[in-house]
């Protein structure tokens, strides 16, 4: 005792930490640490409330001097400062449209393949394999598609749809015109690629939620796997399956590099999926740098802010729809 | 044997067949892209790369300027956003995991986490580069940050959420208050999974392009000024790619190889982090 005290004397002058002052260090502590969490937790929805008035107010000058026409028109004259927005807008849900159509059932089989035939030694490589797929930065697609695919459409692929469905009235309107490789097709199938596995590795999840039970009940009762999985899994799961649709759709409704290399970026409608065209991302990503003049890049902003709204309002849907789902799992 | 069998068996073998195509179709592409990628990507891949600057068009050299850009700005985008979301997630596991405000924040969370990346990089030009008047590397990492915070938020949650309760009980019956438990008990629980998130979160930043482009823009020389526009890999690809200059093409293919081999080996050694906790 004699001992502590005079160590005491020695290193502190103070009086030695009370009990009192510990624990209410500790408490200050605790208390401060939990504000700090809640402000960097509510600091998550001021990002997201800062993007949305940020984009609001990046765009009013657009906003205010075309009003809602700028919804549906479909001028985009830098030199006489007239926008609309109705070309990229069309753009972005044609390629998007084409890329859901070709990923959404490839997506689908894939995630049957892994749950329903695949040995299970096989499953896990190939799951990530998907899912590397997935990893790899959209930047990639983009110069693989610009050297590599868009060339090898123009020359197979793209000729052939032109030859096969020229005769016949409404397909020959959607796939007229020269082949040029680059093109909203091209975007499309770039975008169907890269959704891809993000619909299979949502699909695999929730098809894994079903119950064995149910689906042993209806092999037991003789169905084929092809029965099971259309009569008991897709059925069960449907919710699930829909909100990775939306998910995926998010996707490529947003996707912007690897769709740049492609599209043509040139501010038209045209019926035909082999014609450039341009998406809303597109059009920011080539043109906002060089945006001369306040009305312009307060155009392009307006852009984003459509962007914006139309991937929340997919993705709240598709976040909906999982969320329903996992409490049904619950 | 029964017709209806038998059309019911044809039935189930085409659909089989459909869906062992449909994995072959969708592994076919990662081998296609990976493939041409490497074939490409090799032939320009030197020492040079490394220890040159960005050419002029039709002259030799390499990718540093770039290289060091990226790293310099996903190295301040991970440390700005690490942190953040680390405390954001501690928040949405530990302290509010009954609030009603942690499903908003979740929600919101779910839904930044897949948001389109080019309106990241149109909100922060409109709050930084914007009122600064100039471009800048501070823009650039900003931007990246705001996509690794919803990565870190989503995965320290799960991470979290997957300590055991009594972990957390039997600290808290030592008198320990809630911040040291969390500290020194759930945080050392799930280090490895946390760490996953932040790999991820890199992985997901090196390849971004489309933030950066009216952030931190591009510089064709030497420049470790945050203050100024700063070259980066993805950035130059983009240029690069789209010139009509062949060696700047070139360049561009082992810039796309040198991301997608980080991007392909940060992301496996996350999984292989995940993996070795799951089985210990």
């Given at each position: 005792m004699v001992d502590m005290t005079a160590e005491g004397a020695a290193y502190s002058v103070?009086?030695?930490?009370s009990r009192m002052k510990i624990l209410n260090r500790l408490r200050l502590t605790d208390t401060a640490f939990y504000w700090l969490t809640r402000l960097a937790a509510i600091g998550v929805l001021i990002i997201l409330g800062g993007a949305i008035v940020a984009l609001i107010d990046g765009s009013m000058l657009a906003l205010r001097e075309f009003g809602f026409s700028f919804l549906y028109t479909a001028h985009w004259n830098p030199v006489t400062e007239k926008f609309g927005a109705i070309a990229p807008i069309y753009g972005t849900l044609v390629t998007s449209l084409i890329a859901m159509l070709i990923a959404v059932p490839i997506g689908l089989m894939i995630a049957v393949f892994l749950t329903e035939l695949c040995p299970a030694s096989l499953r896990r490589p190939i799951g990530i394999a998907i899912e590397l797929l997935a990893g790899i930065p959209s930047i990639i697609y983009g110069i693989w598609g610009l050297f590599v695919f868009a060339p090898f459409l123009q020359r197979t692929v793209q000729p052939f749809l032109i030859d096969v469905f020229g005769p016949i009235p409404v397909l020959s309107t959607i796939f007229?015109?020269?082949?040029?490789?680059?093109g909203m097709l091209t975007a499309g199938l770039i975008l169907a690629i890269m959704v891809l596995p993000f619909i299979t590795s949502i699909s695999r999840d929730v098809f894994e939620s079903v119950p064995p039970v149910l689906k042993e009940a209806a092999y037991g009762v003789g169905c084929t796997t092809w029965e099971v999985v259309r009569y008991v899994v897709l059925p069960y799961t449907r919710v699930g399956v829909i909100g990775g649709v939306m998910l995926g759709l998010g996707r490529a409704l947003g996707e912007t590099m690897a769709v740049t290399f492609v599209?043509?970026?040139?501010h038209r409608i045209s019926a035909s999926t082999l014609a450039p065209g341009t998406t809303i991302s597109a059009t920011i990503a080539n043109e906002f740098t060089e945006a001369v003049g306040d009305l312009y890049s307060s155009s392009l902003v307006a852009l984003g802010l459509i962007l914006f709204v139309i991937t929340f309002i997919v993705l709240a849907i598709a976040r909906y729809m999982l969320m329903r789902l996992e409490r049904k799992a619950a | 044997m029964n017709p209806l069998f038998a059309g019911r068996r044809r039935r189930n073998m085409i659909a089989m067949t459909l869906s062992f195509a449909a994995t072959a179709f969708g592994l076919g592409w990662l081998v296609l892209i990976l493939g041409v990628l490497f074939w490409e990507g090799l032939s320009g891949l030197s020492l040079k790369v490394f220890t040159e600057m960005t050419p002029p068009p039709g002259s030799d050299g390499g990718l540093l300027n770039p290289i060091m850009g990226s790293l310099i700005i996903t190295s301040i985008a991970v440390l700005i956003g690490t942190p953040v979301g680390i405390l954001a997630g501690t928040y949405l596991a530990e302290?509010?995991?009954?609030?009603?405000l942690t499903s908003v924040i979740r929600f919101i969370n779910d839904i930044l986490l897949s948001a389109p990346s080019i309106v990241i990089g149109l909100f922060v030009y409109e709050i930084m580069v914007y009122p600064m008047g100039h471009f800048s590397g501070w823009a650039g990492a900003v931007a990246l940050s705001l996509i690794v915070i919803p990565v870190v938020v989503r995965t320290t949650e799960d991470m979290l959420l997957l300590v055991p309760n009594p972990l957390r009980e039997a600290a808290t019956s030592l008198g320990l208050p809630r911040a040291y438990v969390i500290r020194h008990v759930c945080y050392r629980a799930a280090r490895a999974g946390m760490l996953t998130g932040v790999l991820l979160a890199i992985a997901r930043i090196s390849g971004e392009t489309a933030p950066l482009l009216f952030t931190s823009l591009n510089n064709q020389f030497w420049s470790v000024d945050m203050n100024a526009p700063m070259a980066s890999l993805p950035i130059v690809i983009f240029q690069f790619a789209l010139s009509p200059y062949e060696d700047w093409q070139r360049l561009a293919w082992t810039g796309a190889l040198i991301i997608t081999l980080t991007v392909l080996a940060l992301s496996i050694t996350a999984r292989a982090l995940t993996s070795s906790r799951k089985e210990s």
């Open positions: 103070a009086e030695p930490p007229a015109g020269p082949p040029y490789g680059i599209i043509g970026n040139a | 302290y509010g995991r009954y609030d009603r």
